[in-house]
Antibody, heavy 118, light 106 residues
Framework: QVRLQESGPGLVKPSETLSLTCTVSGDSVDSGNHNWNWIRQRPGKGLEWIGYIYYSVNTIYNPSLRSRVTISVDTSKNQFSLHLTSVTAADTAIYYC??????????WGQGTLVTVSS | VLTQSPGTLSLSPGDRATLSCRATQSVNTNYLAWYQQRPGQPPRLLIYRTSSRATGIPERFSGSGSGTDFTLTISGLEPEDFAVYYCQQYGDSQFTFGPGTKVDVK
């Protein structure tokens, strides 16, 4: 069974870079069995797909965030990461990592709340 | 863009729930999914490829539709089904979610 767990700072200052890591168990991040995604949910709001990485090097990003987002893989730690630059209060959200294909997102991590505030 | 209706559905346990998801452009049925989100929890995959139930999802959940109109039906609401439901589609190399339908207790 594949399990995902997000980790990273819960508080980031405006204009800085948000960095999160997702640790994968039950599969290898370079297996090709899943695309590895980041999705966020602003407080009390709906879901926004951020982007995904597949085969460890290929990335697809949401056009609305593309200029600020990087998703990468660390195969030695079986992890994938999200970096979001120049954050503002609008980036305050619960960030989820997920596996998936073009047909679905599953499984999901429990999510981690990141607050952007000085 | 996906829209969902109604925004809130107030029903009683045992009722049938019908949730609508409408797209502004035609969606490939292979790329339409539904998720359930309970408070404080991540979303859970319910339905993929419009009508296929995910592993462990009860038979009371069913999906249908084509083109721009899709439906999630819950045939008899159980107490644990009161939650928010999102549709999601893939197209033009990106994913989008609907705004969600909240199913609450009448």
């Amino acid at each position: 069974q594949v399990r995902l767990q997000e980790s990273g700072p819960g508080l980031v200052k405006p204009s800085e870079t948000l960095s999160l890591t997702c640790t994968v168990s039950g599969d290898s991040v370079d297996s090709g069995n899943h695309n590895w995604n980041w999705i966020r949910q602003r407080p009390g709001k709906g879901l926004e797909w951020i982007g995904y990485i597949y085969y460890s090097v290929n990335t697809i990003y949401n056009p609305s965030l593309r200029s600020r987002v990087t998703i990468s893989v660390d195969t030695s730690k079986n992890q994938f990461s999200l970096h979001l630059t120049s954050v503002t209060a609008a980036d305050t959200a619960i960030y989820y990592c997920t596996g998936g294909t073009v047909n679905w997102f599953d499984p999901w991590g429990q999510g981690t709340l990141v607050t952007v505030s000085s | 863009v996906l829209t969902q209706s109604p925004g809130t559905l107030s029903l009683s346990p045992g009722d049938r729930a019908t949730l609508s998801c409408r797209a502004t452009q035609s969606v490939n049925t292979n790329y339409l999914a539904w998720y359930q989100q309970r408070p404080g929890q991540p979303p859970r995959l319910l339905i993929y490829r419009t009508s296929s139930r995910a592993t462990g999802i009860p038979e009371r959940f069913s999906g249908s539709g084509s083109g721009t109109d899709f439906t999630l039906t819950i045939s008899g609401l159980e107490p644990e089904d009161f939650a928010v439901y999102y549709c999601q589609q893939y197209g033009d190399s990106q994913f989008t979610f609907g705004p969600g339908t909240k199913v609450d207790v009448k």
